[in-house]
C-alpha cells in the first residue's frame, strides 16, 4: 500500500539544524511531488514548500526562504526537509505529504506521512 | 496572497447531527483549486475532498462539499462518532502555493 514514514523525533538548540527524512513506498516516487507541512502545538497546519520527485524542482514558502532546503533520492525513494538556523519557535509536528496533479495542473495532497515531531529548545 | 477564513471556529453536534463548515476566500478562487482535509488529535491530516466537491478515495457519502467563488461549504450529513475532529480548508495557488485555513473543530455536545 502507498504509505510515506517519516524519521523519529529530533531534539535540537536554538541554531541548530535538522534534517527530517520522508521514505516512500507502494508507488512510483518520481510520479509525484512531496510536500512539507508542519504544525506547531496547538496550532493550524502550516506550508513549508514542495519539491518535484521527478526533476527536483522546489517550491518554498516566502517566510522559510533561505532557511530550509527540501531535496529527494530517487535511488531510495526518499524525500528530505533541512531546516537550519531553529529557533523555538520552529518547535512543531512536521509532516511530509504526497502531492499529486489533478485537472492537469492543480496539486492535492492525497498520501501524508505519520509526522516527525522536532522540538528547538536550550 | 489568498487568505482563508473559517468558521465557526468550534462546532458542538451530538452524534446523527448535521454539520455545516464554512470556508471564506479573501477573493474569488476557482473551485478546482480548493480542498478539505480532516485531522483528529495525534494524526495526521486526511485529504477528505478536492475540487471543492469532489470526494477522495475511501471517504464516505455523508460527505459533501460544494461552493464557488469566494464561499465553500463542507457539510456532513449524519455525523459519526469518528467524524469528531479538525477540518481544515486549503487553496491551491501560485504564490504561495498552498494556504490552510484556521481550522473548524467539530465536538461532540
Known amino acids: 500500500q502507498v504509505q510515506l514514514v517519516q524519521s523519529g523525533a529530533e531534539v535540537k538548540k536554538p541554531g541548530a539544524s535538522v534534517k527530517v527524512s520522508c521514505k516512500a513506498s507502494?508507488?512510483?516516487?518520481?510520479?509525484?511531488?512531496i510536500s512539507w507541512v508542519r504544525q506547531a502545538p496547538g496550532q493550524g497546519l502550516e506550508w513549508m514548500g514542495w519539491i518535484s520527485a521527478y526533476n527536483g524542482n522546489t517550491n518554498y514558502a516566502q517566510k522559510l526562504q533561505g532557511r530550509v532546503t527540501m531535496t529527494t533520492d530517487t535511488s531510495t525513494s526518499t524525500a528530505y526537509m533541512e531546516l537550519r538556523s531553529l529557533r523555538s519557535d520552529d518547535t512543531a509536528v512536521y509532516y511530509c505529504?504526497?502531492?499529486?496533479?489533478?485537472?492537469?495542473?492543480?496539486?492535492?495532497?492525497?498520501?501524508w506521512g505519520q509526522g516527525t515531531t522536532v522540538t528547538v529548545s536550550s | 496572497e489568498i487568505v482563508l477564513t473559517q468558521s465557526p471556529g468550534t462546532l458542538s453536534l451530538s452524534p446523527g447531527g448535521r454539520a455545516t463548515l464554512s470556508c471564506r476566500a479573501s477573493q474569488s478562487v476557482s473551485s478546482s483549486h480548493l480542498a478539505w482535509y480532516q485531522q483528529k488529535p495525534g494524526q495526521a491530516p486526511r485529504l477528505l475532498m478536492y475540487g471543492a466537491s469532489s470526494r477522495a478515495t475511501g471517504i464516505p457519502d455523508r460527505f459533501s462539499g460544494s461552493g464557488s467563488g469566494t464561499d465553500f461549504t463542507l457539510t456532513i450529513s449524519r455525523l459519526e462518532p469518528e467524524d469528531f475532529a479538525v477540518y481544515y480548508c486549503q487553496h491551491y495557488g501560485s504564490s504561495p502555493l498552498f494556504t490552510f485555513g484556521p481550522g473548524t473543530k467539530v465536538e461532540i455536545k
Open positions: 507502494g508507488y512510483t516516487f518520481t510520479s509525484y511531488g
Open positions: 505529504a504526497r502531492s499529486r496533479a489533478i485537472f492537469g495542473v492543480v496539486i492535492i495532497m492525497d498520501v
